[in-house]
């Protein structure tokens, strides 16, 4: 009985130690392929936001693109199109992608 019982502990643990490298290799596959990219890009898109200047054109998360003429913490002030009574106060956030008056006028 005691040879029994001895062997299938060891084939018990055996087991585990099988199933605790695979959850290691699991969450190593996640953590490169899912986790590590998406901080990568949250730090570029706040790079992005904390160069932010009054000038700059923008492409918001809705597919509007406009001028900043004022910003504020985490608001900021968008003038659209070629009318001067289109600004709207919006979310840093809300802005997806940045272009510099520099980088406008070189293209």
Same mark, same amino acid.
């Given at each position: 009985?005691?040879? @029994?019982? +001895?062997? %299938?502990?060891? %084939?018990?643990?055996?087991?585990?130690?099988?199933?605790?490298?695979?959850? !290691?290799? @699991?969450?190593?596959?996640? /953590?490169?392929?899912?986790?590590?990219?998406?901080?990568?890009? =949250?730090?570029?898109?706040?790079?992005?936001? +904390?160069? @932010?200047? &009054?000038? $700059?054109? &923008?492409?918001?998360? +809705?597919?509007? /693109?406009?001028? !900043?003429? $004022?910003?504020? $913490?985490?608001? !900021?002030? &968008?003038?659209?199109?070629?009318?001067?009574?289109?600004?709207? #106060?919006?979310?840093? =956030?809300?802005? +997806? =992608? &940045?272009?510099? #008056?520099?980088?406008?006028?070189?293209?």
């Amino acid at each position: 009985m005691s040879i @029994l019982a +001895s062997t %299938s502990s060891a %084939s018990t643990a055996a087991g585990w130690g099988g199933m605790i490298i695979w959850l !290691v290799v @699991l969450f190593g596959f996640m /953590y490169f392929f899912m986790i590590r990219p998406q901080q990568k890009e =949250a730090k570029k898109k706040n790079a992005m936001l +904390s160069e @932010l200047a &009054v000038g $700059d054109t &923008v492409l918001t998360t +809705s597919g509007f /693109y406009g001028t !900043v003429i $004022d910003i504020a $913490d985490d608001t !900021v002030i &968008v003038e659209f199109g070629n009318n001067k009574n289109c600004r709207i #106060p919006m979310q840093k =956030a809300a802005i +997806s =992608a &940045v272009e510099k #008056p520099e980088e406008a006028m070189e293209k």
